[in-house]
């Protein structure tokens, strides 16, 4: 015998308003039809579309869970009756219907009558007059379409928007092109060109979002230069004849399956509504988290910056191209501080000064393992400085009020002595002599350390710089008026000096040499490898210039590796890392160990 489904609730919940909390509490009897899973959310929850059924009509709806409490998880599949609690709520002008509670009561082995779909295609308001009408008209709408007394009549996808057909992202596929999307550019590549055995050319990409999910779109070659200029960052657009293809995910870690192919049709307009206009939406993650999201995963995070590290560059190996990168670290009210990278024109234009500490929400950063743990911006990053958001002011409000006298806690591997080594880990702070007694770098393996110590004497009997060449670093040597470099195959009119430095350091325990190199003379000496190498000629003014570099503490991350030289074998010490010791920090440190059961001789 089939079950009795509470007849005539699917049009009642495909067209009451919102506001009546009194319908929406209650639970309803329903079938399910067919249960089809969409892109699963970048925090880890599962989403998927069900298509529920009164015995008399069906409609969709969409449910999101943890893996754990999943449908599947919770015996729910084709033909189940459940037992569901929905909501509603408007998504560019559409209704949409959320499974807010699903309960599941027994398995049927059919589909219990012969339902009539509300979601007809060209309208998403439910079509219930005519042939479609159910049994129960005491529940239903009029076939006039009047909504009755406490009901409120579905609006139009036309809207605000004119006569277009305003189509969520969720809902893009390859099988249909007569759609357009009302879509925020929330990331705009720059001009890329490639040249292989084919040919040469030129893209570019944009990450479009709307409130149902987000898509990368990519132009190439005459379509490019025609659409570069249309497109800017943090405005909304109406995107429409573009083509649909699967998404290759080797070029984008966008959360969806499918990606937009624009060509000659494709027609792009600034839209110049200023209400209903789709957000950013974030899902952060607090600092103190991190270690439990996988390494190359990628969130969101809000930090205030505490410290701003100079601008830097990498070499590429493969393509011995440049990047500039800037590191920030970042601290929230969990406690926790942890290193962002920015590469490229996003650390070349970042320009806010340590001392504004400004509060920045970064959405789809990449975690890396380095040093434990560590964030980096990728292509399809988005970054917004102090964005209009209640967590901003949240954040800002508690370092002001507390958070600037706060200790934090950096991320960092357990066991610094092995792996890929990271920032300064006070917590693994070694000195001197403890680095010597342990052997540390006797192994065949590199090992990291943290220490810190005043810098006593530079090395001057050696060349403290070297002519490098511009592109890849790799010395240079000057050959009739010009600079060869070997690895790259050509000549230079003017090399770029980076330093090469060793440093002698002491601490309470011992003395040590380090080595380090051109991020380190920087920071160091405060000005570029060209400028040393002028500064150099002025004699008694250079001896003082290195002299005041002398007879200051840092901090040091460093790593410890055997190297053979003249036919002995000695310990090296790197640099890996070098900052500057904050002296209000470092008080607030001792404070808090005297209130400790050490500092107040309970455990002696």
């Known amino acids: 015998m089939a079950p009795q489904l509470d007849t005539g609730s699917a049009p009642r919940l495909c067209s009451t308003s919102p506001d009546d909390t009194e319908f929406y509490d209650q639970h309803y009897l329903l079938q399910v039809l067919g249960i089809k899973q969409v892109n699963q959310a970048k925090s880890g929850m599962l989403r998927c579309r069900i298509i529920l059924s009164d015995g008399q009509h069906y409609f969709q709806a969409m449910h999101t869970s943890t893996p754990e409490e999943s449908v599947a998880k919770r015996g729910i599949e084709k033909w189940s009756i459940v037992r569901a609690k929905l909501s509603c709520s408007f998504v560019q002008e559409k209704r949409l219907l959320v499974i807010s509670d699903v309960e599941f009561v027994e398995q049927h082995s059919e589909k219990i009558g012969d339902p009539l779909n509300l979601n007809k295609s060209g309208d998403d308001s439910p079509a219930v007059g005519g042939d479609n009408k159910p049994a129960s008209s005491s529940n239903a709408p009029q076939a006039s379409g009047q909504a009755k007394p406490g009901q409120q009549k579905q609006p139009q996808r036309t809207g605000s928007s004119g006569n277009r057909n305003i189509h969520p992202i969720e809902g893009l596929s390859p099988y249909g092109n007569t759609w357009t999307i009302k879509a925020r550019c929330t990331q705009k590549t720059e001009m890329k060109t490639w040249a292989n055995a084919r040919g040469d050319g030129k893209l570019f990409s944009v990450t479009l979002m709307d409130e149902t999910g987000e898509i990368r779109g990519t132009a190439f070659n005459t379509v490019a230069e025609a659409l570069y200029q249309k497109f800017e960052e943090d405005k909304v657009y109406y995107v429409s004849k573009a083509r649909v293809n699967i998404a290759k995910k080797m070029f984008s870690n966008v959360a969806n399956d499918y990606e937009l192919s624009f060509d000659q049709k494709t027609e792009v307009e600034e839209c110049k509504e200023t209400t209903n206009l789709p957000m950013i939406k974030y899902n952060f993650t607090s600092l103190d988290k991190l270690n439990d999201i996988t390494k190359d995963a990628t969130c969101d995070v809000l930090g205030l910056v505490k410290e701003v590290g100079p601008i830097g560059e990498i070499t590429s190996k493969a393509t011995q191209r440049t990047t500039k990168k800037r590191e920030l670290t970042l601290v929230d009210e969990s406690g926790f501080s942890v290193r962002l990278t920015l590469w490229g024109k996003h650390a070349e234009q970042y320009d806010h000064a340590e001392a504004d500490r400004p509060v920045i929400a970064f959405k789809g950063v990449r975690v890396g393992d380095f040093g434990g743990r560590s964030l980096s911006m990728v292509a399809s990053s988005i970054m917004m400085v102090n964005p209009d958001l209640p967590q901003v002011y949240q954040l800002r409000g508690w370092f002001d009020g507390v958070g600037k006298d706060a200790t934090f806690n950096a991320h960092s591997r357990v066991g610094g002595s092995t792996g890929m080594g990271g920032g300064f880990n006070r917590m693994e702070m070694k000195s001197i002599s403890e680095v010597k007694e342990a052997e540390m770098g006797q192994s065949d393996k590199v090992e990291f350390f943290s220490s810190r110590a005043t810098i006593m004497h530079i090395k001057t009997n ?61 920071y160091v000496f405060g000005i570029t490898g060209n400028e040393f190498v002028e500064k150099q000629a002025e004699g008694d003014a250079f001896n003082a210039f290195l002299q005041k570099a002398c007879g200051r503490a840092y901090n040091f991350a460093c790593r410890a590796k055997q190297d053979s030289y003249n036919d002995s074998v000695r310990v090296r010490y790197g640099i890996s890392r070098i900052e500057k010791l904050d002296l209000k920090e470092e008080c607030n440190i001792l404070l808090d160990l005297l209130n400790t059961p050490w500092g107040k001789g309970q455990d002696r």
Do not use: H
């Open 462 to 522: 050696s060349p403290m710089t070297y002519p490098a060449c511009p592109t890849c670093q790799k010395k240079v040597v000057e050959d009739s008026g010009q600079w060869k470099c070997e690895k790259c195959d050509k000549s230079i009119e003017t090399p770029e000096y980076r330093y090469i430095l060793s440093i002698a350091v002491a601490d309470w325990s011992g003395q040590a040499w380090y080595n380090g190199f051109n991020d380190v003379g920087q």
